[in-house]
């Protein structure tokens, strides 16, 4: 079956150091992969996608995340931590018709002052 | 720009009660869908829309009926509520051309007793 893994379920980082949100997916053909945010009590916000092309994708507030066809990952970064940057974290694939999105379990972003 | 509206944001139901959650966007976007997150599973798929008068299920429709009368609303109905359904249900829509780019509403948190 076809799915996005996010492999923990929190991660803990300190301010001004790098962060990584990990993602792996198992989907057939070329996939179309995204990453969105959700602050508290809140809806989800886009954060990037990858599509095509360049495999290292660059998103809002800073994040970018890289496709690797070879491991199967598509992990979220950040080169330095912000405490503003903790939410939960999601992983998405779409295929078919690239609209309906299949979403990972997510992540916990913890970034600590 | 109201961007996507849902009400309401907190409901309470009985087993066996019945209730529609209202979803309005003021975008013009063609593509709607609604969404249930639970604690662990991420966010499925409930129903989709791919424009006024076309519905169409998701990954978890069983319990619940859309319909999609004008390109701005898209109600999600809860037939007869079960403990089951007590959930976060999210609803967003997509521009043309955008792909997976979703934009959310806010939440309607429902608790079926």
């Known amino acids: 079956a076809q799915s996005v893994a996010q492999p923990e379920d929190q991660v803990n980082v300190a301010e001004g150091n790098p962060l990584t949100v990990k993602c792996t997916y198992s989907?057939?053909?070329?996939?179309?992969l995204f990453w969105y945010v959700q602050y508290p009590n809140r809806g989800l916000q886009f954060l990037l996608k990858?599509?095509?092309?360049?495999?290292l994708v660059k998103g809002s507030y800073g994040f970018e995340a890289e496709f690797n066809k070879s491991q199967t990952s598509f992990h979220l970064k950040k080169p330095s931590a912000l405490v503003s940057d903790s939410a939960l974290y999601f992983c998405?694939?779409?295929?078919?018709?690239?609209?309906?999105?299949?979403f990972g379990s997510g992540t916990q972003l913890t970034v600590l002052p | 720009n109201a961007g996507v509206t849902q009400t309401p944001k907190f409901q309470v139901l009985k087993t066996g009660q019945s209730m529609t959650l209202q979803c309005a966007q003021d975008?013009?976007?063609?593509?709607m869908s609604w969404y249930r997150q639970d604690p662990g599973m991420g966010l499925r798929l409930i129903h989709y829309?791919?424009?006024?008068?076309?519905?169409d299920q998701g990954e978890v429709p069983n319990g619940y009926n859309v319909s999609r009368s004008t390109t701005e609303d898209f109600p999600l109905r809860l037939l007869s509520a079960a403990p089951s359904q007590t959930s976060v249900y999210f609803c967003?829509?997509?521009?043309?051309?955008?792909?997976?780019?979703?934009?959310f509403g806010e939440g309607s948190r429902l608790t079926v007793l």
């Open positions: 989907v057939s053909g070329n996939p179309y």
């Open positions: 829309s791919v424009g006024a008068g076309i519905t």
């Open positions: 998405a694939y779409s295929s078919g018709s690239a609209r309906q999105l299949t």
């Open positions: 967003a829509s997509t521009p043309r051309g955008r792909t997976g780019e979703l934009f």
């Open positions: 990858y599509i095509t092309g360049d495999n």
């Open positions: 975008m013009n976007h063609e593509y």
